[in-house]
């Protein structure tokens, strides 16, 4: 592994005389100010031998206090999924000049791989899923338990309230509407 002039990470193999790129963790050295400076909350999102090329795919994102998002790093890899996103993540840790300074928040999907890695490479951060990802389990649950479309309909409506509650005072409130919307 080597660290080139532009915050790139490379890791490459010799074969036949020819210097061949199996994995790239990639960042702009912006985005490393961007990141220590805004450490808060990160969204890491993967996917796996999906595209045309067959590689492992990292994306990580930052969001700034005022809501604005900024690309924080990408990996790419030949090697299996468990392995690119253990090195990335890795990667990842080692950009911030500060250990005070890492993610408070990783927000990911539901991929229990990736969520078990978050855990291992950054355990003094709390680890959220998706909102996206919990509605449509949400919605998929309220299918398959209801009959009849106007009580998945009531379920819902009460069940997104429940999740979006602003304070712990209203949320009794809102798990009784719940509650009573699911009944039948």
């Known amino acids: 592994m080597k660290l080139v002039e532009r915050d790139m990470y490379i890791h490459w193999h010799k074969l036949k005389d020819e210097d061949v790129v199996h994995d790239i963790f990639w960042t702009h050295p912006d985005a490393?100010?961007?990141?220590?400076?805004?450490?808060?909350?990160?969204?890491?999102?993967?996917?796996?031998?999906?595209?045309?090329?067959?590689?492992?795919?990292?994306?990580?994102?930052?969001?700034?206090?005022?809501?604005?998002i900024f690309s924080a790093t990408f990996s790419y890899s030949e090697d299996e999924p468990i392995n690119i996103v253990v090195w990335a993540l890795e990667r990842f840790r080692g950009i911030f000049m500060r250990s005070d300074a890492i993610p408070q928040v990783i927000v990911t999907d539901i991929d229990s791989t990736l969520m078990n890695i978050v855990k291992i490479v950054f355990p003094e951060s709390t680890n959220l899923l998706w909102q996206f990802h919990i509605d449509k389990n949400f919605k998929a649950k309220c299918k398959i338990l209801m009959d009849q479309k106007t009580h998945r309909t009531m379920s819902w409506?009460?069940?997104?309230?429940?999740?979006?509650?602003?304070?712990?005072?209203?949320?009794?409130?809102?798990?009784?509407?719940?509650?009573?919307?699911?009944?039948?």
């Open 32 to 68: 490393v100010k961007l990141s220590n400076a805004c450490h808060l909350v990160f969204l890491v999102d993967s996917t796996y031998k999906e595209n045309i090329y067959k590689l492992s795919f990292l994306d990580i994102v930052g969001v700034t206090p005022t809501r604005m």
């Open 157 to 184: 409506k009460h069940g997104k309230s429940l999740m979006d509650c602003p304070t712990k005072i209203k949320y009794d409130d809102y798990l009784t509407k719940f509650e009573i919307a699911c009944s039948p």
